[in-house]
């Protein structure tokens, strides 16, 4: 009898030691013990939310994570040419290059962001810092989505008021659209360092992990208000365009094969510019909120990473195809290839 108790204390030893191990192990799954998976942990069903700055070994790197940085790096260096071009450009001091400039630190920031981004995931692994990253860059891409409704909105105030556009009224504009688009920014940035996020409960959390199901659901309704007003503002220049065609036709008489050209390339290059606008933040926009966390996490990644190519194109619509642009581009890398040329040419016994 003493054999089979001693059996069963064993036998009792060992489960309890099982389920203290299987304990420790979903303690280790969470989030400093708040109960909240780690991305490690909930990819290997396949349905998990897309978690920024979340803490992954340095072993297990997603794929996706890997493309965001790479666009992210690219999304910075191209912008980055466009803030020092118009920064070093004295010429480059109008309202519609500074709100150009305005829209190329916002794109360089948010590169920046997602560089960031994958630094802390799989580096740093701080949740503090993980939070800023986050915050960083929501207040990044509104910044951008913010300075391209205020280039839509100098488009057409430099049409509709086309005399007396270039006003001191007109700079006074430009600087308070300046000051409500940054200010707007960096206020949705802050929500989630300021503690609205889904760390303490996971149940409120979005598709994009820290953000709340709320606050991606402001965000979201936010975008979609800045894009009516900039469809509506487009429509109407477009008319703008199509009336000041068919006045200069009525002048003339007779309406040529030029202005015909210039009013569809002008109408082409409007509905290029929303279409790509629109195409590249919408499908986020809408899966942020009809999405759900028992979705693959790969749908986040297929909606965001196109969000990100928006930044991407910005500079190339916005800033090299602008004529001056491109001559303050040739002019500022010709100087220094020149000084440089020069430099090397120098002999010792001319110093």
């Not at 360089?108 to 800023?132: D, K, R, W």
């Not at 929501?138 to 105030?157: E, K």
């Not at 991407?312 to 619509?317: F, K, L, T, V």
């Amino acid at each position: 009898m003493n054999a089979n108790k001693t059996q069963v204390n064993v036998e009792d030893v060992i489960s309890s030691a099982a389920h203290r191990a299987s304990a420790e192990m979903n303690e280790s799954g969470s989030l400093h013990g708040t109960g909240v998976p780690l991305a490690r942990v909930q990819a290997s069903d396949g349905n998990s939310s897309l978690e920024l700055s979340s803490q992954l070994p340095v072993f297990a790197i997603n794929p996706w994570d890997v493309v965001l940085c790479i666009s992210g790096t690219i999304i910075a260096c191209e912008n980055a040419i466009v803030v020092a071009i118009i920064f070093y450009t004295p010429t480059l001091r109008t309202p519609m290059f500074v709100l150009i400039g305005s829209l190329a630190t916002a794109d360089l920031l948010a590169g920046v962001g997602l560089i960031l981004n994958f630094v802390v995931q799989y580096v740093i692994q701080s949740e503090t810092i993980s939070l800023i990253t986050v915050g960083f860059l929501v207040a990044s891409f509104a910044a951008s989505v913010s300075s391209l409704l205020a280039i839509t909105v100098d488009r057409y105030l430099s049409l509709y008021n086309a005399l007396t556009y270039y006003s001191e009224k007109t700079v006074l504009c430009i600087h308070m659209m300046l000051i409500v688009t940054w200010g707007v920014s960096l206020c949705l940035g802050l929500l989630p360092v300021l503690g609205w996020n889904c760390l303490d409960d996971y149940s409120s959390c979005s598709i994009v992990r820290p953000l709340t199901k709320s606050n991606v659901t402001l965000l979201s309704a936010s975008f979609f208000l800045v894009f009516i007003i900039m469809l509506h503002l487009y429509i109407k220049i477009c008319k703008i365009v199509c009336r000041h065609a068919h006045q200069i036709a009525l002048q003339q008489h007779f309406l040529t094969a030029s202005h015909y050209v210039a009013t569809k390339k002008g109408v082409s290059t409007l509905a290029i510019i929303i279409g790509t606008f629109g195409a590249s933040w919408l499908p986020f926009a809408i899966y942020c909120v009809v999405g759900d966390l028992d979705y693959p996490s790969v749908y986040t990644y297929a909606t965001l990473l196109p969000a990100t190519y928006n930044s991407m194109i910005n500079p190339i619509i916005y800033a090299y195809r602008n004529q001056e642009i491109q001559r303050a581009m040739w002019v500022l890398f010709c100087g220094c290839f020149q000084s440089k040329v020069s430099f090397r040419s120098r002999s010792p016994s001319d110093v």
